[in-house]
């Protein structure tokens, strides 16, 4: 209820500037996070204004919501944005898509002329920080969700991905996932098979690739390096002779199987054959959460750096402004 939409961003500063909240002011609105920073003389009255106007915009009493805020005062706030924009505070540790997010949303602040000399400061340094943390630690190292795990694995087989051809048989949410990542990466035109035609055409047409009935999918497999499988069957689908024969056909083309659904629907004899190489959803899941571990491992680096920026951020400040003044205090 509290989250703000890219296309309000502007109007919402613009409110605030007219209530006169804050001398600079940003909103940072994400998936899982609604954020306001701000410079100001008066930090506690305009922390406070800033509740009702949340209140305001989300038709929301302020009790109703007050418990899940936090509100920072530097340098915890300047500490705090370091984190966000080097992914430590994400759902998925690491994670990079949040330092285009910190960029777009200072950029909009920037060009709304709602920043001024400390966050134009702040937000430059937090890029640079989050720059820094992903040369001079682990923290990015290694893929933590099913789909990245098993692009990953399929590049490391194929050397790349480009012009590959993949198949998807089932449509379900994390056979979608797996199947755009794989685009994402350069695979060619998806072949989507499904009992369902209409939902094998709705994947397809979404991935730009082609539908294909379900009793008709084996005979394209020649054309496939990848295979995902995720269907609703209770018994595999797959067996090891029916595979040994598709490699037969293939020349024994190496063939990449990814088994993502529960109960298998691929015979684990399968992955025995030779240039056959099969990962279910335990082995993805396992990596995901080996290459989560070491990222976790690479925190305390991360937080020493960032608390080393945060002082050298503050000894700017106060060379700034002087350590009696009240202006320019960051929330």
């Not at 340098?75 to 994670?95: K, N, W, Y």
């Not at 051809?165 to 695979?187: N, P």
């Not at 397809?204 to 020649?222: K, T, V």
């Not at 700017?316 to 009696?324: D, M, Q, S, V």
Request: glycine share 4%; charged share 30%; hydrophobic share 40%.
């Amino acid at each position: 209820k509290l989250s703000i939409p890219s296309h309000k961003a502007e109007s919402l500063l613009n409110t605030l500037a007219e209530r006169n909240i804050f001398k600079e002011r940003l909103l940072l609105s994400t998936c899982n996070r609604t954020e306001i920073y701000g410079v100001g003389t008066h930090p506690a009255e305009e922390i406070e204004k800033v509740k009702q106007f949340l209140s305001e915009y989300s038709q929301l009493r302020v009790d109703e919501f007050e418990s899940n805020l936090y509100v920072l005062k530097q340098p915890d706030s300047i500490q705090h944005l370091f984190s966000v924009a080097a992914g430590l505070d994400s759902m998925v540790l690491g994670e990079t898509e949040i330092i285009g997010q910190v960029k777009d949303a200072y950029l909009a602040a920037h060009k709304n002329r709602q920043t001024g000399k400390v966050l134009n400061a702040l937000f430059q340094r937090s890029l640079k920080v989050a720059k820094n943390i992903r040369t001079q630690t682990d923290i990015g190292i290694g893929r933590v969700s099913v789909a990245s795990v098993s692009v990953e694995l399929a590049e490391k087989i194929f050397e790349s991905l480009k012009n590959k051809r993949v198949m998807v048989i089932g449509t379900g949410e994390m056979s979608t996932l797996v199947a755009k990542a794989m685009v994402s990466r350069g695979a060619s035109a998806m072949i989507v098979s499904s009992r369902h035609f209409d939902r094998a055409q709705a994947l397809a047409s979404e991935l730009s690739g082609e539908a294909l009935h379900f009793d008709d999918y084996e005979s394209r497999i020649q054309d496939v390096d990848v295979l995902i499988a995720a269907t609703l069957s209770p018994t595999a689908l797959i067996h090891k002779e029916q595979v040994r024969h598709w490699m037969k056909a293939r020349h024994e083309k190496p063939l990449f199987l990814i088994d993502i659904a529960v109960p298998r629907n691929i015979d684990s004899e399968v992955e025995k054959l030779d240039d056959v190489y099969l990962y279910n959803i335990d082995d993805l899941k396992q990596i995901a959460d080996k290459n989560m571990e070491s990222r976790k491992g690479e925190m305390d680096r991360c937080f020493e750096l960032i608390r080393r920026q945060t002082q050298y951020f503050m000894d700017w400040r106060l060379k700034e402004y002087g350590p009696c003044t009240r202006e320019q205090t960051l929330a």
